[in-house]
């Protein structure tokens, strides 16, 4: 499912305008999005856990020429599954 499908299916279950569905879902998005880069852990009960994980510098192999470098330490998005979210796709 991409993000406009996402939407005709949010607009379909909230008996929403595909215009206001595409309002919500960006909203829900981008507010997820800013919150977590700016180190915030957004928690949806029942959904799961948005966060921000820092990566260590780690050395690595350069695949093309087998050269030995390092990996700069960076900041990623974390996603993990609550226990409700986590039952539902067990079930299918």
């Given at each position: 499912?991409?993000?406009?499908?996402l939407?005709?299916?949010?607009?379909e279950?909230?008996?929403?305008?595909k215009?206001?569905a595409?309002?919500?879902v960006t909203?829900v998005?981008?507010?997820i999005?800013?919150?977590?880069?700016?180190?915030?852990?957004?928690?949806?009960?029942?959904?799961g856990?948005?966060?921000?994980?820092?990566?260590?510098?780690r050395?690595?192999?350069d695949?093309?020429?087998k050269?030995?470098?390092?990996?700069?330490?960076?900041?990623?998005?974390?996603?993990?599954a609550?226990?409700?979210f986590?039952d539902a796709v067990?079930?299918?």
């Open positions: 499912m991409n993000k406009a499908e939407i005709s299916a949010v607009a279950k909230a008996e929403l305008s215009k206001d595409e309002k919500a909203a998005l981008d507010t999005v800013e919150n977590v880069a700016n180190g915030e852990e957004i928690r949806i009960v029942g959904f856990t948005f966060e921000r994980r820092e990566r260590k510098e050395s690595g192999v695949p093309r020429t050269e030995r470098i390092t990996i700069a330490a960076s900041n990623v998005p974390a996603f993990k609550g226990k409700a986590k067990d079930k299918k």
